[in-house]
């Protein structure tokens, strides 16, 4: 029977009594601003994963008092600690009615209260669709809520309270946070300076910003080197094609991520960039050999390692020249114990990729990916669709012999060091009245625009149309692609830059697709952005051909991946802003009205038209 005594013993001091140590766990839990001007090389937490609990951001349990833990707690809540997953509502306690009823027909329970503590949760992933993410508020109040549950029941060990803000074309929380430009838009960056202190600025905010609403793990950075066009679920995600300068721009936001109080996790081993399959919706092969997996995929997640990141998430993708037998690297043992642990000799949590995609889910049932993924070394089993099937399974294979207890502690040691090292055991709990000067503080949205400014990528001005003479109050048409916000909170990007655009000077409107010839006579440009083109007939490239007939010089904005202009006919201007959100738009409102002068440069090459580094700038 587990000593749940002397458990509670060991947390008297930590998360269960922090919940009335406000004040430290505002200063405990990463509740601050960002500070800038550190060197861009210097360590924020020079302690490799593995090497035992301490340091920042204050008083660990050190490897000992966890391992006396562990031997308190039951196998159940063991298991549970190996699980992370998705909750329905805003609230920990009293979720919409909607919600409720999505839990109880899910989880068999109506609040996430309430499965934090049926399964012992280790950690939650918040998603906006799951409505945990409307604002900051909120999400601190969820935060709070659900380690509350986790502190009163079970093994009273906190949660690791997750989500994906990877920025640019993916992030779960929106404004007021700050939202800055994502991996691509930074390797433009990069490619200018050889510096990797803006990526690494960027971590420490969107990292301090999460902390203080109680989010302790990014699913950031991605470290996969996007080297083939067509990839449709990488692209602007990744830092870019030049496998070194990737593995730079990683190190760098490990380090900032990890300086602000979050773990980072670097995704997705062995590397997602080269595949031109979905694995939300199929099962993509990479094709690389030993030697090119070494050469390309492999620099960023030694830099990873080197740099102390605290997780890896694994990639649902087959690769054969790493394991020939079919397996998705979630599931192989040569790949996540064999290259991962041995080759890299990472000793920090590796996290599943999500179990409801189906990349995993082909080749074998949802009883079994959980228990094979054990097998192969992965440490926390992401949001399975069945959580209950994957819960039994996995204590199944404990009480078959499958799974060894020694094969289950060794995961849960790893996820509890990772907690303390964290901060979690002193100070689980946010400082709500902390949360207005750290979510969207000035100076982290004045950060944001200057990191941005340096992004933007002006690709073609045969002309010399650009800078457009903003004093001379020119009229600017803006139409093209409108995709929702990431976040759902920024946007259009055609409104937002041709109110950017009015505010520098020009006369500039909006106009839909269907109504942009028309109206186009009269303008001194038409700006089109156009998002993802592909290749052969699409209404993107009909639309800029009937522009261009009308006489008016065309700039066309790819405003997603930069690939764009190679599938266009030939414009006046073109530039490249990597992503579609505010901060980029402002950006390129400042590059084609002059009051920036363009300075990014392709992080990857547009195969027939602009080499890997390409990029122009006004005389």
Known sequence: MPNHASRRTLLTAAALAAVTATGAASSASGVRR????????????????????????????????????????????????????RAYGHSATAPAPADARINQAQFGVRTAAELVARYHLGGVIYFGWAHNTLNP????????????????????????????????????????????????????????????????????????????????????????????????????RSFGADPQAAAALVAAQVRGYQGAGVAATAKHFPGHGDT?????????????????????????????????????????????????SGDPATLSRPIVTGILRERLGFGGVVVTDALDMAGVRQKYGDDRVPVLALKAGCDQLLNPPDLALAYRSVLAAVESGELSPARIEESVLRILELKARRGLFAAPYTAAPDLADVVGAPDHLAAADEIAAGTTTLLANPAGLLPLDAPAAPRVL????APPSPSGTTGPPTEVLARELTTLGCRATAVAPEGAVAAAPGHAAVLVCTYNVPEGDDPQRTLVAALLATGVPVVAVAIRNPYDGARLPECAAELATYSWTDVEMRAAARVITGVRRPSGRLPVPVPGRYPLGHGLTYD
């Open 34 to 85: 960002a500070p800038d001007g550190a060197p861009d090389n210097a360590p924020d937490d020079p302690r490799p994963p593995g090497s035992g609990p301490g340091g920042r951001p204050g008083r660990h349990p050190d490897r000992a008092e966890l391992r006396r833990l562990i031997d308190g707690m039951s196998l159940a809540e063991k298991v549970g600690q190996l699980f992370v997953s």
């Open 276 to 324: 031109a399959t979905d694995s939300h919706v199929g099962l993509p092969v990479m094709r690389h050999s030993r030697a090119q997996w070494e050469e390309l995929d492999e620099p960023p997640f030694r830099a990873a390692v080197a740099a102390g990141v605290d997780a890896v998430m694994t990639a649902h993708i087959v690769f054969p020249a790493l394991d020939p």
């Open 137 to 236: 508020q909120q999400i601190a109040a969820l935060s709070q809520g659900l380690q509350q549950a986790a502190g009163g029941s079970g093994a009273g060990v906190p949660l690791l309270l997750s989500t994906d803000q990877e920025h640019g074309a993916v992030a779960r929380v929106g404004k007021p946070a700050t939202l800055l430009p994502g991996a691509m838009a930074l390797g433009a960056g990069h490619r200018a300076t050889g510096s990797t202190a803006e990526a690494r600025r960027a971590a420490r905010i969107a990292g301090a910003e999460l902390a203080a609403m109680g989010i302790r793990q990014d699913y950031a950075p991605v470290a996969d080197v996007n080297v083939n066009p067509a990839n449709p679920v990488i692209g602007v």
């Open 478 to 481: 803006v139409t093209g692609a």
